[in-house]
């Protein structure tokens, strides 16, 4: 799934344009990049702007930097759209919020689907009966929760399908690099990165966390590979905890609860 479509889904703004010339720098996804030139208009997906030399270009959400978008929605929302909310960690997901505002917000999501008849809710609880809709490096992606003793949620996981290591590299190593691109451009620069996993160096019952990003809403994201049984998936966190980086891999024992691993 492209960081454009997810991009659009999480900032969930309206097709109407607005329309403005404002001249600033604009920045490339990984900030490496940098172009000054006019705000014109944006929609959905994508921002036009007008160059030095009169040149006009339509740009790609998801391919510019986060502070860019940030900029785009607090000064140029959509027409009828409200702003994104700025505390919200998932979709629309808030650290704090109750077990029936989390089944609302996921039920009136257009970024995750649930795969069971609504029915059953009551008896399975949330875990693992929602999805994102759109496949990510090829992997389809199942959400978990966790609560406090309240009641309020505290951390989302994201994990994908189970594989065995032969197959770790051919399904699972794409999935960790889009998730990488994603988080990354929604969550700027991660403050821990390793470059690559070797299935081999996680322990069994362990995550293996490859990066770690900060929430400006409060509490932190991980990025990394769970293991169980020789049976492995990526596994992104959302935490209200504030993990600070470590050197190296960070192994967290047991993985995370109710973990399908077979592949």
Known sequence: MSSRLILSLLLAVASAPSVSAQSRPWKSADGTKSIQADFQSRDATSVKIRLTDGKELSID????????????????????????????????????????????????????????????????????????????????????FDWTETDALKEI?????????????????????????????LHGKPLQAVPKIDPASVPSGTLLSSHLWKLESGGSATLGVGCEEKSYQVVVRFTEEKIEPVTGHRHTKPTPPDIDFNP
Not at 159 to 176: E, G, I
């Open 157 to 185: 996981t994201v994990r994908t399908d189970a594989y065995p290591a032969a197959s770790f590299d051919a399904q699972l190593s794409p999935c960790w690099k889009e998730f990488i691109e994603l988080l990354t451009t």
């Open 61 to 144: 959400l998801g391919k510019l930097h986060v502070d860019d978008k940030k900029w785009l929605n607090l000064n140029h929302p959509a027409s009828g759209a409200p702003a994104p909310d700025e505390s919200a960690v998932f979709d629309t997901l808030k650290f704090g919020d109750k077990h029936g505002a989390v089944l609302a917000k996921l039920k009136a999501s257009k970024f995750v689907e649930l795969t069971m008849a609504e029915s059953m809710i009551s008896r399975t609880g949330l875990n693992g009966i929602f999805r994102i809709r759109q496949k990510i490096g090829g992997q389809t992606a199942t959400l978990y």
